[in-house]
């Protein structure tokens, strides 16, 4: 038994407790943040392979233009000295190949609907009652606006009840437009008539008001919080995973790590997945019918990742995303499994602001669960030979339309290496490898999404699968529960 007893524990350093950390340690609390990986981070760790480094699961970022909503929130975590963006192309910084046909995503209202009309200028109106929607639906939420915002306020949303495809329906009856305008479903991993439009237009919003990059990898923001919460005072420890949340009659006493360390403190934050939460507690305050509501939730699909890296000066810097889809039905064509990829979302890793050179690329396309659910009992690096023959033929379907879709791109590729909802599964803890977590259904808003307060009163749960996900969402929440935990003591 640890000999210190601390104000509050966190569970996971993904952004969600790193965020947490910071808040409650700059506010005095003596925190202690504990960490699974040798590196912290969660989705904002990096990796190295054949000398670059490469994202994981933080490509780019929207609204951090000055005084836009998540300046403001880099502004109050003190990151903006430490954590160094790249501005994407303000006249296309999302570009779509839809079934063949190219269009662009602009920064920025009146540059968006632009660029958009040039194509189809029989839908300006429409276009602009488009961003006015996402940008109302995105202001009167109480998730962009922390003053307002009370753990559950955020389900009285009426666009928790309708789904996006719904929404972009009602903005516009031309289709082609529709299917373009879902065009960043792999930013949340949607499902038709299941995914709440505010999902997509909070998210949506931010991307269009500006959008960036981060030079050098997004593990910066996860060693700015750590020096932050350091210097503030707070613990962090890696290779420290918790097995056991302890209880005694009605409220959390201690965790305990895999080693058998148990470590008291009088509150608690879990930034893991809510389905691994209720595994890690034997208590009867956890009743068995939340349990099964929990447990029952659906995940958002995974991911089949690909990490390229280039000869040197070979492949001009895309200063943009650039999204594929087979055929014109993006909902359809996204979800579809067949060996021939359907879609995926390319992007280069930015390594300098204003670089000439891509060094190095991924490649996200979905990638269900059951395609490498024979794996699930190997852990990462002892999977076998079988699994690498499956990546490798996986990979090369994926190389071969890029050479299609990029003449000449295929003889630049010096290596690569690949990544399945495996890999996630094991290194972040989120149930099957999925990307977003807990999928939101609106069809059933309360039963597919879980509260940040618990029947435990001393334990709080944050991160991605709580409200939203990605920067903006996991930082809404974090700040959320901070705040709740101010509150109740
Ligand atoms: C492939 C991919 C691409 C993405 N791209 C973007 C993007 O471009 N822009 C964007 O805004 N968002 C993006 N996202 C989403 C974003 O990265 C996540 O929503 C966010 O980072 C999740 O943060 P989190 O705090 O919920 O926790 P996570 O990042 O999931 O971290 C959880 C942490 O808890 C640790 N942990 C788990 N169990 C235990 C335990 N028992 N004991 C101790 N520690 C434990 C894990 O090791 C991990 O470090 C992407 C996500 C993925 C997967």
Same mark, same amino acid.
């Given at each position: 038994m640890s000999n210190t007893t601390y104000d509050t524990i966190i569970i996971g350093t993904g952004l969600g407790g790193l965020v947490c950390g910071y808040k409650l340690a700059k506010g005095g609390r003596k925190v202690l943040l504990l960490e699974k990986n040798a590196q912290i981070g969660g989705c904002l760790q990096t990796f190295r392979r054949f000398g670059v480094k490469y994202d994981t699961g933080m490509h780019y970022i929207g609204a951090l233009d000055k005084g836009q909503i998540m300046y403001q929130f880099f502004e109050e975590l003190n990151?903006?000295?430490?954590?160094?963006?790249?501005?994407?192309d303000e006249n296309g910084f999302d570009r779509f190949n839809i079934a063949g046909q190219e269009y662009k995503y602009a920064s920025g209202s009146e540059r968006f609907v632009e660029t958009l009309s040039r194509q189809f200028p029989e839908c300006r109106l429409e276009l602009e009652n488009y961003v006015r929607r996402i940008q109302d639906i995105a202001e009167a939420s109480p998730l962009y606006n922390l003053n307002k915002a009370g753990d559950s306020s955020y389900l009285e949303s009426p666009y928790l009840h309708s789904s996006v495809n719904e929404l972009l329906a009602s903005i516009s009856n031309n289709k082609l437009l529709q299917n373009i305008l879902t065009g960043n479903l792999p930013l949340y991993a949607g499902v038709k008539d299941k995914t709440p439009a505010y999902v997509y237009a909070l998210l949506s919003d931010s991307y269009l008001q500006s959008a960036w990059r981060i030079v050098g990898g997004s593990d910066s923001?996860?060693? $700015?919080?750590?020096?932050? =919460? /350091? $210097?503030?005072?707070?613990? =962090? /420890?890696?290779?420290?995973?918790?097995?056991?949340?302890?209880?005694?009659?009605?409220?959390?006493?201690?965790?305990?790590l895999t080693d058998g360390e148990i470590i008291e403190a009088k509150h608690f934050i879990t930034d893991i997945h809510p389905q691994r939460v209720i595994q890690l507690i034997d208590s009867k305050l956890i009743r068995p019918v939340y349990r099964e509501r929990v447990q029952q939730m659906e995940n958002t699909v995974g991911n089949f990742t690909l990490y390229l890296k280039f000869k040197e000066n070979s492949v001009p810097y895309l200063n943009h995303n650039y999204y594929y889809y087979a055929e014109e039905d993006v909902w359809a064509t996204y979800h579809?499994?067949?060996?021939?990829?359907?879609?995926?979302?390319?992007?280069?890793q930015c390594t300098e602001d204003g670089q000439e050179y891509a060094q190095c690329a991924e490649i996200m396309l979905p990638m269900d669960y059951q395609e490498v659910a024979k794996w699930a009992g190997t852990t990462t690096g002892q999977r076998g030979s079988e699994y690498q023959e499956f990546k490798q033929r996986k990979a090369e379907r994926v190389l071969n339309l890029l050479g299609h879709l990029f003449p000449g791109i295929s003889s630049c590729i010096e290596n690569y290496e690949s990544s399945t909802p495996l890999t996630y599964r094991d290194y972040t803890g989120t149930t099957n490898g999925s990307t977003y977590g807990i999928l939101h259904d609106k069809n059933a808003p309360e039963l597919t999404s879980v509260s940040q307060r618990t029947k435990i009163p001393n334990l709080i749960m944050t991160g991605q699968n709580i409200h939203w996900h990605g920067m903006l969402g996991v930082t809404v929440s974090a700040m959320l529960a901070s705040k709740q935990l101010t509150v109740d003591s």
């Open positions: 990151l903006l000295k430490d954590v160094h963006l790249s501005r994407l923001i996860a060693q $700015s919080l750590a020096n932050s =919460i /350091r $210097s503030f005072g707070g613990e =962090i /420890r890696t290779n420290s995973e918790v097995s056991k949340i302890l209880c005694d009659s009605d409220k959390a006493t201690s965790v305990q579809r499994q067949q060996a021939d990829p359907q879609s995926f979302l390319y992007m280069h």
